[in-house]
T-cell receptor, first 113, second 110 residues
Framework: NAGVTQTPKFQVLKTGQSMTLQCAQD?????MSWYRQDPGMGLRLIHY???????DQGEVPNGYNVSRSTTEDFPLRLLSAAPSQTSVYFC????????????FGPGTRLLVL | AQTVTQSQPEMSVQEAETVTLSCTYD???????LFWYKQPPSRQMILVIR??????QNATENRFSVNFQKAAKSFSLKISDSQLGDAAMYFC???????FGTGTRLKVLA
């Protein structure tokens, strides 16, 4: 039981490049979410999903796309990377939304030059 | 707007002593859940404790306990008998809308 996995652990991008951050969970959780963590700002929600085929925007969605074709996977796509997207990205999952504990992946550190 | 405030960016505690981390929030919801998460230097986010807002009894998990005051919208975390391994960032999450506080960095002094 791997829990929540994220790849890559670290990535350097140039401005304008695109990439996909991968997230997978093996706990059969319906709810999945993506956060970014910046110094002094805690975690901010980017996008979330309440089940396969259903996604919604969080607090800071601009510049990011998501899709949820399976229960297990929830990739985050950066369409055209900007230095402002330099951050640590966390994926999380939970069984049933905001009343349940979230399980977090180990994070992806992204540097956009 | 729903907000979460952790007013102590950093705190220090002597090993074996007790420390309390504060968290206040603002919501119009009546039924919700509150969480404290710990983030050690490894960056892995780990659940510390969970409180259901409709319960009057404060949650306790070993050395960790909360002081939940619903009317005051306050949800503080008390760590008793602090250990070196407690050194981490602590995030409050009154979890009605995937919102987290900005965190408190706890240093434990030997």
């Amino acid at each position: 039981n791997a829990g929540v996995t994220q790849t890559p652990k670290f990535q350097v991008l140039k401005t304008g490049q695109s990439m996909t951050l991968q997230c997978a969970q093996d706990m059969n959780h319906e709810y999945m979410s993506w956060y970014r963590q910046d110094p002094g700002m805690g975690l901010r929600l980017i996008h979330y999903s309440v089940g396969a085929g259903i996604t919604d925007q969080g607090e800071v969605p601009n510049g990011y796309n998501v899709s949820r074709s399976t229960t297990e996977d929830f990739p985050l796509r950066l369409l055209s990377a900007a230095p402002s997207q330099t951050s640590v990205y966390f994926c999380a999952s939970s069984y049933a939304g905001t009343q349940e504990t979230q399980y977090f992946g180990p994070g992806t550190r992204l540097l956009v030059l | 707007a729903q907000t979460v405030t952790q007013s102590q960016p950093e705190m220090s505690v002597q090993e074996a002593e007790t420390v309390t981390l504060s968290c206040t929030y603002d919501t119009s919801e009546s039924d919700y859940y509150l969480f404290w998460y710990k983030q050690p230097p490894s960056r892995q986010m780990i659940l510390v404790i969970r409180q259901e807002a409709y319960k009057q009894q404060n949650a306790t998990e070993n050395r960790f306990s909360v002081n939940f005051q619903k009317a005051a919208k306050s949800f503080s975390l008390k760590i008793s008998d602090s250990q070196l391994g407690d050194a981490a960032m602590y995030f409050c999450a009154p979890y009605y809308k995937y919102i987290f506080g900005t965190g408190t960095r706890l240093k434990v002094l030997a």
